[in-house]
């Protein structure tokens, strides 16, 4: 029997064709249990271009799919928020004269394409997983509704959240920050490219720039460490939400950081 229609947040939507099925998540390895149960993981875009710079490297998605894929095996529920840095960036574009609604709006666009492709490798490893977009695009993702992104990821499937907040104006670090408080995530995992934690200064251009292990909200807003932008820094400190900066390109660093293994540099913990 077709179950009622279900209300959620105040609309009434029929539960899609996987809760009327059987659903089978991967089946959970056994071991340690992990320290965070619920993990809101940041990816720039930047990340998926991997050493190419920009737009996506499949060989770089692929890593990632796996290092997720080894996180769900462990019961851990993930929730991915993506930029689009790699395909656009609306600062820039507004910068050199575009309107910087208009950029912003394209900028959102582009993480849409990063979420798809994430996607693809995710359910190629047998992870079930869920794009929903801040923008309306039915064809290609659900629309962002808060209960319903918590319920599949109680289901077992990861959820990649895209098009930032819908709004302009506000960095997709912020729709990190914003998403990882309205889902209940233990913890937000920001995935660098390359950068293996927070430092004093640029470690590539300046050698003796000097790594943090552990860093206070209000040391990396007075410091401007830039961990996050302001707005997005200000919502997890007002709110107690833990950071971890960590390197992405080293595989299994995101499986070492939820299990509560020291990785990168820990902000408000």
């Given amino acids: ?30 071991g340690p249990a992990p320290r965070y149960e619920r993990i809101l993981l940041k990816l720039s875009g930047e990340a998926l271009a991997g050493n190419v710079g920009s737009g996506i490297d499949p060989a770089v998605v692929v890593t990632i799919a796996e290092q997720v894929r080894d996180v769900v095996a462990r019961g851990v529920q993930v929730a991915i928020v993506v930029g689009g840095g790699n395909i656009w960036r609306g600062i820039a574009a507004a910068a050199q004269g575009m309107d910087r609604s208009t950029a912003d709006y394209m900028g959102m666009l582009a993480t849409v394409l990063n979420a798809l492709a994430l996607q693809d490798a995710l359910e190629k490893r047998d992870v079930h997983t869920r794009v929903q977009s801040a923008i309306a695009m039915h ?16 289901k077992g499937r990861v959820v990649i959240l895209a098009a930032g907040t819908g709004n302009p104006y506000f960095s997709t670090d912020t729709a990190a920050a914003l998403r990882a408080l309205e889902v209940g995530a233990d913890v937000i995992l920001m995935a660098k490219n390359r950068v293996d934690g927070v430092y004093t200064d640029d470690p590539f251009s ?64």
């Fill in 139 to 154: 064809e290609v993702a659900e629309p962002y509704i808060r209960r319903r992104a918590i319920r599949h990821m109680e």
């Fill in 206 to 269: 300046n050698p003796e720039a000097q790594k943090f292990e552990e860093l206070s909200y209000r040391q990396a807003l007075d410091l401007d460490l830039r961990v996050m932008d302001s707005t997005a820094m200000a919502l997890c400190k007002d709110n107690n939400i833990p950071i971890v900066v960590f390197n992405l390109q080293k595989s299994g660093n995101i499986l070492r950081v939820v299990m509560g293994e020291h990785v990168g540099t820990k902000v408000g913990v």
């Fill in 1 to 30: 029997m077709t179950e009622a229609l279900t209300p959620i947040d105040g609309n009434y939507l029929e539960d899609d064709e996987d809760d009327l099925l059987e659903v089978r998540p991967l089946p959970v390895v056994d």
